[in-house]
């Protein structure tokens, strides 16, 4: 019983204000030994900022946190390690030009003056192993998937040993059998007497992960309950006021004229390696197709060579049956084709700049932002006023550096950009990444909007029941090849899981017969 305990971690009056906006409103929280607590809120709720003050990134305003009894003073990351806090951030923290071993031991103060690489490479590999998180040591942070340097963030917090874990959506990329594992990894270290926070917007996961969930709204703590006394509909009720459709209706597909097509494609990753072999696929005009795949199979060059951002090394490439095949970006857009990134950050917006110009970034070469070459600031305003409305982007101003909105605001701002300036092809890779239940409800809704209007969409998600949901047809890829395309309706987890492990539809749809056959014949 937690009355009887003594709480590892307590957090009272937490405050801590920006320019402009109040994050956190004297927020309490309380984590026990060999516990899990969920933080739910909704994007810009305040969730990352208190787990930012706690782990010295940021001080806090006012209040104070306590840490096994003792108050606990701590004014950076170094200090929150001493006390055995870890956090696996939303936002990577990795060094991109070191490879997986230099980042996992980068700040570590008891290690020799010169360690040995293959003794931290070995280790690596054997947590890795025993936890299904598998990278390569010495690749580079640069050469790897999202989902594979989310991999890399757990498996620092894992080899440093943290007693009490923070994870912000570490989730978000990896397959659903990627996240059981996790849950496998969390219940380890609980029966060790250690804890989590575990920040997330996916409720299946508040329900098989924690203990405990508090809910978070305008930076105030509104809710404590314990997840064997709640459901997944309240709590996405408490998260954003109402009540959340966590299916959607939508209209039958009725496909038009084709908008992509791809022939035999090939093309290598960064170090060189075949990403992509002999890949063939084709969307139309009012669907959506779906690519699932666990992180690291080619998704990532497959949206870089459709984009324009990765030449291929063979086959081809047609726009509205126009050979775009290794044409530049800017070429690529004129086409009609528009990119949600799955790096946010690093390539999907200029942190530096405002909200109001990383809205413009696809318009600004034309009226009525630009008149005569010259940029109009007033227009500039007005259009960012009408997507911030149409979107609904929490930012305190149009003029606000777009690096200071919440993960879920900045991609927002990102897919009120790109659906504007979609005429023909939106590529979406993980668009409802890190989004709150609402977010990503509005966000799949937009998606189905473009589908109405007649665009193609390219959905690129590890999230099989996004897809299930929003998709038409689903293309499962392995190893840089498609292993089959199956119709949503006819779609299942079971199914979609086997071809995401390697096996062709063709050969799945063999082994289903054969047992099909056995029963019978045993019967």
Not at 423 to 451: C, F, H, I, K, N
Request: charged residues 25%.
């Amino acid at each position: 019983m937690n009355e009887v305990k003594t709480p590892i971690l307590e957090m009272q009056g937490i405050t801590k204000r920006f320019p402009g906006v109040l994050a956190n409103d004297h927020v309490d929280l309380e984590l026990y030994p060999g516990e899990v607590l969920a933080l739910l809120g909704e994007n810009g709720a305040g969730k990352s900022t208190l787990m930012n003050v706690l782990v010295g990134l940021y001080r806090p305003d006012e209040g104070e946190i306590y840490v096994r009894g003792k108050r606990a003073e701590i004014h950076s990351p170094k200090d929150a390690a001493a006390l055995g806090i870890g956090m696996v951030h939303q936002n990577f923290m990795l060094v991109k030009t070191m490879t997986v071993a230099e980042n996992i031991i980068l700040g570590m103060s008891d290690l020799p003056f010169v360690p040995s690489m293959e003794t931290v490479g070995k280790r690596i590999t054997e947590i890795s192993k025993r936890y299904n998180l598998q990278v390569d040591p010495n690749a580079y942070i640069w050469q790897l998937s999202v989902g594979e340097q989310q991999r890399v963030e757990i498996l620092k917090l894992v080899y440093r040993g943290a007693e009490i874990l923070i994870l912000d959506e570490p989730t978000a990329v990896l397959t659903p059998q990627e996240s059981h594992e996790l849950a496998g990894v969390l219940k380890v270290m609980t029966d060790e007497g250690k804890s989590a926070i575990f920040i997330t917007h996916k409720m299946e996961e508040v329900m098989e992960f924690s203990d405990w969930v508090r809910v978070l709204q305008h930076g105030k703590l509104v809710a404590v309950r314990r997840t064997q006394d709640t459901s997944p509909q309240e709590l996405a009720r408490l998260m954003v006021g109402r009540e959340v459709l966590f299916r959607l209706d939508k209209a039958a597909c009725t496909p038009t004229e084709t908008i992509l097509e791809l022939q035999d494609v090939h093309a290598d990753d960064d170090k060189g390696l075949p990403a992509l072999r002999g890949l063939s696929l084709t969307i139309h005009g009012g669907e959506i197709v779906g690519i699932a795949g666990v992180a690291g199979n080619g998704q990532r060059q497959l949206s870089e060579v459709v984009t324009g951002l990765r030449r291929v090394t063979g086959g081809q490439v047609f726009i509205r049956r126009k050979d775009m095949t290794n044409q530049n970006p800017l070429s690529v857009i004129k086409a009609g084709v528009s990119h949600i990134p799955a790096d946010r950050i690093g390539m999907g917006a200029v942190g530096n700049m405002a909200v109001s110009e990383n809205l413009v970034m696809k318009g600004y070469r034309e009226a009525p932002i630009v008149i005569n070459g010259v940029l109009r600031p007033n227009r500039i305003l007005e259009f960012a006023h009408k997507m911030i409305e149409m979107f609904r982007i929490a930012t305190p101003t149009p003029q606000t550096r777009i690096k200071f909105l919440s993960g879920g605001n900045i991609q927002k701002a990102i897919l009120a950009r790109e659906i504007d300036a979609c005429d023909g092809l939106l590529v979406a890779v993980y668009p409802s990444r890190g989004l709150d239940v609402g977010a990503t409800e509005s966000v799949r809704r937009m998606l189905l909007a473009q589908r109405e209007e007649g665009m193609g969409v390219l959905l690129i998600s590890e999230d099989l029941e996004e897809l299930l949901t929003i998709a038409d047809r689903i293309a499962v890829m392995f190893e840089g090849q498609i292993m089959g395309v199956v119709a949503s309706d006819d779609a299942d987890v079971e199914t979609l899981g086997l071809m995401m492990a390697g096996v062709k539809r063709e050969d799945l749809a063999v082994e289903i017969e054969d047992a099909v056959s056995t029963s019978t014949a045993s019967s």
